[in-house]
């Protein structure tokens, strides 16, 4: 990508996150972290990809997926009004696992850290 592109894709990104914020109130999207955004060097499309967290048990990453599915368009207009673009790209979303498989290997290493041993911290 180019520095162009990468800088159209983080004012993208950080005005989708505002609006998300601030004017979408669709309860399926929620909790909704962007954590990063593909423009294409034409500028047509975007692929913005989101991870999520849930308070109990297990994201529904469908839910989510439909809701910001649901929610592009509104984004799209809202966003090109703002920001000063002879030309939205086309908004698609897609699930980025990283934050939450991040989440469960810190939990993994803190098991086991707390599994090790007699409860000794090494002095060495």
Known sequence: MSRHTVRVGVQIMDE???LLREDVSDPRIKLVTLTRIDVSPDMRNAIVFYSAFAAKGEVDVESIGQGLASAAPFLRRRAAKVLPMKRMPELRFRYDPS???GSKTLGLLRDLQEGDGNGEK???
Do not use: Y
């Open 16 to 18: 989708i996150a505002r």
């Open 99 to 101: 934050l939450s498989l």
């Open 122 to 124: 090494d002095s060495t």
